[in-house]
């Protein structure tokens, strides 16, 4: 996809990629997730850790951890306003998660090249201490993520 | 830690290890996970994709795919009664799962080497087809996961 | 690609196509790899740890281990006789490997999807310790690797 | 082991330790890197693709880009004077090294947590086009590196 000739906020249509994408996502809002900013191959998201996300050893399940960073990577990768997904995800574990914490994933993009493009991602806690560290691989498909902003990038 | 001595059936003690863990484990039951089957260094779990993992894009969240791949992981791993925690995970998405598909997790040790161990797991749909790949690297701890239990292997 | 129809030894192709690649690798051919086994999606490589591998720590250079694991993914990803590239690889070190060890690398084909394929890598040693563990994620271009030889598999 | 309590300048140290790490290393030295910079948690390495490190493809050999990622990667966690190792990696191939390209590796620290850090990785061109993305997870283990040297950080 070419990016489009006119100018154009590159700030606001990446936020409201953002916002579009939040209000499908319901995965994001069950976990009580909140956007807290979006910027074209960027984004921060937070999220508390409830008691639903305890597991046995009393920390917060990987999963949880694991949903908070690579959603952070979804809506960095499509704030270009072309569908991107998540192919592969390397996440290393640092430090554990308590019940009550509120984490804070940022993603940010770290190379593009053609269709494809790496995100280094990291989750910290209230006191920003890394609970985790992440790198994801993203492919741009074809189509719009919003049909009537502009695309930001050619290629996604 | 040193396995036991006395003779005992590995399988039934890695069997009673996972029913420990799952009967601690609200966020695999409150996910609906089952514990299909526990041996000395394998786990099998199953999960059905209820409405509330789905995201925007109307297929299974990945973080839903990556907290079960984790779970048979987890369970695999602290199969021999050493505490164990995954330290990495690299998963490859290779295929969407829609809601109602009851997925299939597979955790199978790969190697291990004084307290780290690595798993190759595979997640499956209900017609067999593989949904995503993993790559978890884990470390053993200090301590039983079952007190009463003996240990399966040096080191974990 | 799609497969050819007419009738052919698909263990003789994937042989071939693995000798055709060989030839043209000076890399292995350098490095003193030798190709123990080709079958479709399946490679095994031999190389012995020469003093010109060995690092600072007197052990083999991480880069010689990733290389002999690498180069087992491309030749058993390349079995299709479909051009093949790894994409990305995640590797575990798990032991040392010595000056003069004789160490093999074994590549399987863990899941294919469309133009993407992952792979299981294990790195041995000659007394059949794993030194390394990798997981390799593969993606298929246009065009044959041996034009003579029919493809073993549409997609790659 | 604890840093130590005389004052000391550290950028010096760090330099000092990458020097003595590659007066030991024949692998970088006989590969022709050249090491650029070393700082605390940082290491710059600079590498031409010579004839023997191309493959099939006519392009750089994944394995010489891996060795040149993984040795930034070495530097960097070994500039604190603690003795650690690379215990996974996860690469990530965006773009061919062609014969003849100078090709330069940035570490660069971006957690550590008691005896474990974690490193973002880059290789790019003498056009500064990145050829990859690494994401590296190392050890320390006992002992320092340059004995006459002091520790830069307590637990490496």
């Given at each position: 996809?070419?990016?489009?000739?006119?100018?154009?906020?590159?700030?606001?249509?990446?936020?409201?990629?953002?916002?579009?994408?939040?209000?499908?996502?319901?995965?994001?809002?069950?976990?009580?997730?909140?956007?807290?900013?979006?910027?074209?191959g960027?984004?921060?998201?937070?999220?508390?850790?409830?008691?639903?996300?305890?597991?046995?050893?009393?920390?917060?399940?990987?999963?949880?951890?694991?949903?908070?960073?690579d959603?952070?990577c979804a809506?960095a990768c499509n704030?270009y306003?072309v569908n991107t997904l998540s192919q592969a995800v390397?996440?290393?574990?640092?430090?554990?998660?308590?019940?009550?914490?509120?984490?804070?994933?940022?993603a940010?993009e770290s190379n593009h090249?053609?269709r494809t493009s790496t995100y280094?991602i990291?989750?910290?806690?209230?006191?920003?201490?890394?609970?985790?560290?992440?790198q994801g691989q993203c492919r741009s498909l074809?189509?719009?993520?919003?049909?009537?902003?502009?695309?930001?990038?050619?290629?996604g």
């Amino acid at each position: 996809m070419k990016p489009d000739d006119t100018p154009f906020d590159r700030l606001a249509v990446a936020g409201q990629v953002g916002s579009t994408m939040y209000d499908r996502d319901r995965v994001a809002r069950r976990l009580g997730m909140a956007l807290a900013e979006v910027r074209p191959g960027f984004a921060r998201i937070a999220m508390t850790v409830g008691e639903d996300m305890i597991n046995g050893h009393d920390i917060c399940h990987g999963g949880y951890i694991f949903a908070l960073a690579d959603t952070a990577c979804a809506y960095a990768c499509n704030s270009y306003n072309v569908n991107t997904l998540s192919q592969a995800v390397n996440i290393v574990f640092m430090a554990p998660a308590r019940q009550g914490d509120t984490l804070c994933a940022e993603a940010s993009e770290s190379n593009h090249a053609g269709r494809t493009s790496t995100y280094d991602i990291k989750v910290f806690n209230g006191a920003d201490k890394v609970i985790a560290v992440a790198q994801g691989q993203c492919r741009s498909l074809r189509g719009k993520l919003v049909d009537a902003l502009p695309v930001l990038r050619e290629g996604g």
